[in-house]
């Protein structure tokens, strides 16, 4: 992968330098220079720039650089949890854009062969669908959820854009793609039909105004993810940066914080991204934002709890539920708390639902369903698989 790797800036390497000790950037390892590539073996966490920004709609021409977002993270205390990361720099735009897709896929299917977690700092967020693509051989069927204000999904005969490329990871062969939820999103922001298209393919679609309502509702959501994105444009304006996101709304500071912690607690979680990152030389707020995300997502990978042993019934307490003609099994790990629904196995239609036969919910669910509710996430996971 090293062909594909810029390392680190000097300026950076060097701003480490005057950092006080016991912070991050004293403890984890950095690609310095091309005569000294970092160690990979037995390291949990790799971040990665990838300064693509090319197919966003907007793109004006200029480069990218995280140098500014390195610097807030290098700059942060650990907490009280182990670290093995190495910063491994950045993939430089390719001749043109298919390019950097290829670069950014092969380097993320190498690290995720590795048993490593990749984190990207990414450019236009088109660079999802390399991010996607890399788990073509690691994952069959995964679960994708878009941290956004927008769905992208866009038109998969177009050209992709950072406003249209889940289109192409939908109709793209091969066909991993088993959901796509998107947490966040604000309906003046996205055309009617794509709002329809989200619903008749029975993907999770979560509203901002909810969420700021109750956020622990991101959690089941994340739970069930392999791959998480962000596009960072979803933080209000005032709480990222004036200069460079317009929005008003979105989510505010400690509320994406806990997404992404939300996003590391989830054990199923083998990659994390945040795009639409500008060059945030000149808005510290925003590089320190982006860098506590990066922090908490972190923390959540180091406070993962196993509680996904189903064939241990010491782990679970176990709860049926009669509704109508149905019986909906629930199922409460005894270590934390978390609530599963059980899907019925149909295998009739497709066996897709090997890896699914538990869903992750929450325990209003269960209490909706003790009144007679059958949960919307058991319905779709169901219409889903008998597609």
Same mark, same amino acid.
């Given at each position: 992968?090293?062909?594909?790797?810029?390392?680190?800036?000097?300026?950076?390497?060097?701003?480490?330098?005057?950092?006080?000790?016991?912070?991050?950037?004293?403890?984890?390892?950095?690609?310095?220079?091309?005569?000294?590539?970092?160690?990979?073996?037995?390291?949990?966490?790799?971040?990665?720039?990838?300064?693509?920004?090319?197919?966003?709609?907007?793109?004006?021409?200029? #480069?990218?650089?995280?140098?500014?977002?390195?610097?807030? &993270?290098?700059?942060?205390?650990?907490?009280?949890?182990?670290? %093995?990361?190495?910063?491994?720099?950045?993939?430089?735009?390719?001749?043109?854009?298919? *390019? #950097?897709?290829?670069?950014?896929?092969?380097?993320?299917?190498?690290?995720?062969?590795?048993?490593?977690?990749?984190?990207?700092?990414?450019?236009?967020?088109?660079?999802?669908?390399?991010?996607?693509?890399?788990?073509?051989?690691?994952?069959?069927?995964?679960?994708?959820?878009?941290?956004?204000?927008?769905?992208?999904?866009?038109?998969?005969? @177009? @050209?992709?854009?950072?406003?249209?490329?889940?289109?192409?990871?939908?109709?793209?062969?091969?066909?991993?793609?088993?959901?796509? %939820?998107?947490?966040?999103?604000?309906?003046?922001?996205?055309?009617?039909?794509?709002?329809?298209?989200?619903?008749?393919?029975?993907?999770?679609?979560?509203?901002?105004?909810?969420?700021?309502?109750?956020? %622990?509702? @991101?959690?089941?959501?994340?739970?069930?993810?392999?791959?998480?994105?962000?596009?960072?444009?979803?933080?209000?304006?005032?709480?990222?940066?004036?200069?460079?996101? =317009? %929005?008003?709304?979105?989510? *505010?500071?400690?509320?994406?914080?806990?997404?992404?912690?939300? @996003?590391?607690?989830?054990?199923?979680? =083998?990659? &994390?991204?945040?795009?639409?990152?500008?060059?945030?030389?000149?808005?510290?707020?925003?590089?320190?934002?982006?860098?506590?995300?990066?922090?908490?997502?972190?923390?959540?990978?180091? &406070?993962?709890?196993?509680?996904?042993?189903?064939?241990?019934?010491?782990?679970?307490?176990?709860?049926?539920?009669?509704?109508?003609?149905?019986?909906?099994?629930?199922? =409460?790990?005894?270590? #934390?708390?978390?609530?599963?629904?059980?899907?019925?196995?149909?295998?009739?239609?497709?066996?897709?639902?090997?890896?699914?036969?538990?869903?992750?919910? #929450?325990?209003?669910?269960?209490?909706?369903?003790?009144?007679?509710?059958?949960?919307?996430?058991?319905?779709?996971?169901?219409?889903?698989?008998?597609?």
């Amino acid at each position: 992968m090293i062909q594909y790797l810029t390392p680190v800036d000097k300026s950076v390497v060097a701003h480490r330098e005057i950092l006080p000790n016991g912070v991050l950037g004293k403890q984890i390892n950095i690609y310095q220079n091309e005569s000294n590539f970092p160690q990979l073996e037995g390291v949990k966490f790799v971040l990665l720039g990838v300064r693509e920004c090319r197919n966003d709609v907007d793109y004006m021409g200029g #480069t990218l650089n995280f140098d500014a977002v390195r610097k807030s &993270f290098y700059a942060l205390y650990p907490g009280n949890w182990p670290l %093995s990361l190495v910063d491994l720099g950045d993939i430089m735009p390719g001749h043109e854009p298919a *390019d #950097t897709y290829f670069a950014l896929k092969s380097v993320v299917a190498e690290l995720l062969e590795l048993g490593i977690l990749p984190i990207i700092l990414g450019g236009s967020q088109d660079l999802l669908y390399a991010h996607y693509r890399a788990f073509d051989q690691i994952i069959t069927m995964l679960n994708l959820v878009n941290i956004d204000h927008r769905f992208d999904l866009g038109d998969a005969q @177009a @050209a992709i854009s950072n406003k249209s490329y889940v289109g192409k990871i939908i109709v793209d062969e091969p066909y991993n793609l088993f959901n796509y %939820s998107v947490l966040g999103f604000q309906s003046y922001l996205n055309p009617p039909e794509e709002i329809a298209l989200m619903d008749k393919l029975h993907f999770d679609a979560c509203r901002l105004g909810a969420l700021t309502h109750d956020l %622990s509702l @991101a959690e089941p959501i994340l739970r069930n993810a392999s791959l998480v994105s962000m596009d960072v444009s979803c933080i209000k304006s005032g709480d990222l940066s004036g200069h460079y996101h =317009k %929005s008003p709304n979105g989510f *505010d500071s400690r509320e994406i914080c806990a997404m992404a912690r939300y @996003a590391g607690i989830s054990n199923r979680v =083998k990659s &994390f991204g945040l795009y639409e990152l500008k060059t945030f030389d000149s808005d510290e707020r925003a590089s320190n934002l982006i860098a506590q995300i990066l922090w908490y997502f972190i923390e959540g990978v180091s &406070f993962r709890v196993d509680d996904e042993d189903f064939y241990n019934d010491r782990d679970f307490i176990t709860y049926s539920v009669p509704i109508d003609d149905l019986v909906l099994v629930f199922k =409460k790990s005894n270590k #934390t708390g978390r609530w599963w629904v059980e899907l019925p196995f149909n295998s009739k239609t497709d066996n897709n639902l090997h890896n699914h036969a538990l869903l992750p919910c #929450t325990y209003d669910e269960y209490i909706g369903a003790t009144n007679q509710e059958i949960p919307e996430r058991w319905l779709k996971a169901r219409l889903k698989n008998e597609v």
